[in-house]
C-alpha cells in the first residue's frame, strides 16, 4: 500500500515571498503520477500542478513548480510570488499507474494549510 | 459542461436516518470515487467504480453502500447515519486514460446528530 505524508500542518508567508510545502511517499512502484491539489475555503479541490514518475524534468505551471526526487522519494511543492489568492489547503496526491481495471485510486496526504499574509 | 455535480451541498441526520449522496458526471468518464475528509487525515477513499456495473471497496466502506447502474451517475447510500459518518464527502471522476487525475465535485458537508 501507499502511504503519503505531509509533515507540515500549517505554514504561512508574506505576501510575494516564496514557500516551499513539504511531501514525502512510500511506494515499491516505478511507475506513478504525483499531484498537489489546492482547497480554498470555497472547499472546491483544485489541480495545481503534476508529475510523471517516469519524466525526471520538474513539473512547472506559471508560479507553481515542483521538487521531485523519485530516489528520495520527496514531491515538494514551491510556490513564488506569492499571492493573498494562494491561502487554502494543500494536498499532496499519488497514483498509481494502474491497469485499466483497477482503477487507479489516489492516495492523499493529511494537507498543509497555508496562510498568505498581506 | 458541468463536470461533477454532487447534491445536496449539506446536509443534518439524525442518528439511524438513511440517505443517499448523489453524484452524477458529465464527462463520460469510467472511473468514479467517493472520498470522506476529515481533519488531520486528508481524503480517504470509500468506495470506488471503474465502469457500469462494477464497484469495489476503498479504504473505509464500513456503513456505506453503492452502485453504479449507468456511467453517469455514483450515488452513495448512508443505510444507519452514525455520528462517526460526519464528514466532508467529495466525488470525483476520471477517464480511463487520463493522466491528470481526478475531476472533483464541490462535496457534500454532512453533520450526523
Known sequence: AQTVTQSQPEMSVQEAETVTLSCTYDTSENNYYLFWYKQPPSRQMILVIRQEAYKQQNATENRFSVNFQKAAKSFSLKISDSQLGDTAMYFCAFMKHERETSGSRLTFGEGTQLTVNP | ?113
Open chain 2, 1 to 113: 459542461n458541468a463536470g461533477v455535480t454532487q447534491t445536496p451541498k449539506f446536509q443534518v441526520l439524525k442518528t439511524g436516518q438513511s440517505m443517499t449522496l448523489q453524484c452524477a458526471q458529465d464527462m463520460n468518464h469510467e472511473y468514479m470515487s467517493w472520498y470522506r475528509q476529515d481533519p488531520g487525515m486528508g481524503l480517504r477513499l470509500i468506495h470506488y467504480s471503474v465502469g457500469a456495473g462494477i464497484t469495489d471497496q476503498g479504504e473505509v466502506p464500513n456503513g456505506y453502500n453503492v452502485s453504479r447502474s449507468t456511467t453517469e451517475d455514483f450515488p452513495l447510500r448512508l443505510l444507519s447515519a452514525a455520528p462517526s459518518q460526519t464528514s466532508v464527502y467529495f466525488c470525483a471522476s476520471r477517464g480511463l486514460r487520463d493522466r491528470y487525475g481526478y475531476t472533483f465535485g464541490s462535496g457534500t458537508r454532512l453533520t450526523v446528530v
